[in-house]
């Protein structure tokens, strides 16, 4: 049966030009992690069979300080995000922002999470490179295509949707571009709603971010949000945090939003959010399962835990809800 299916065409559709802002630094934190990720699981941290299909492994070793970190960011937000797909029996829709070449969606589908409808935002840019490897990469596009019900699918250079999957190239510092085009495939604001952003916030304006923030708690009856991102940036390794950034013409320009926890939380209530919980990453890690801790530190060996610990102490998991009491949304910790 499976043999005689027909395989729907990507058929381009019509759309307005995008303008793509002048964010070079900011575009290149998405190879950066892109990068990191692929040679993690090339070592072994945590199983992804798609990524290769996004990044190529390069001959650059990264420190294992560096791949412990991805691991408890990858870890953090999928138990997170599991977490409220169980509590909505995934009838649900998840957006992504600035989701870079993240997985989630494939990874999702082979474990039967998959919500209602997954959705991804990014600078077109990024959108375009992501879009032209899943229409030339079979593991990427079937999973779409199996799902899909129509005899087409509409894409254009900055968009892909179909019924399970949409991916939109749209700029988040703009709510009312970023309503429209979600609304143009199909994302329902009743459905419970979960945003996803890592590492996005820091590099809007606190205006920005706030005015993003806003549009999120206020679009949908009932959310949940995770954000990932820099803390505690106020001591000197914050400082030398920020300057090797800029040196890479990439400016923090949301930092002071990042000077701790409380300030991670407050951030989150004064935006329309009903409840704010915020950890550091090197207390997540400390609650890592114990076996997945022994796993993970026999793959490589870590000369200085000192340096693990400074790193991340300046990143955090802070996760947000609005609505859904009846679902238990916020009963939802680390």
Known sequence: ????????????????????????????TCEDASLCKRFAVSIGYWHDPYIQHFVRLTKERKAPEINR???????????LMKAFLRKTECHCQILNLGAGMDTTFWRLKDEDLLPTKYFEVDFPMIVSRKLHNIKNKPPLSKPIIELHSEDTLQMDGHTLDSKRYAIIGADLRDTHELEEKLKKCNMNTQLPTLLVAECVLVYMTPEQSANLLKWAANSFETAMLINYEQVNMGD??????IENLRRRQCDLAGVETCKSLESQKERLLSTGWETASAVDMMELYSRLPRAEVTRIESLEFLDEMELLEQLMQHYCLCWATKGGSELGLKEIIY
């Open 236 to 241: 000197r390794f914050g400082q030398i945090m």
């Open 1 to 28: 049966m499976a043999g005689s299916l027909r395989e729907p065409s990507f058929t381009p559709c019509s759309s307005a030009s995008t303008s793509d802002a002048d964010d070079e630094g900011v575009r290149g």
């Open 69 to 79: 970190g991805y691991f408890a960011r990858v870890y953090g937000v999928n138990q």
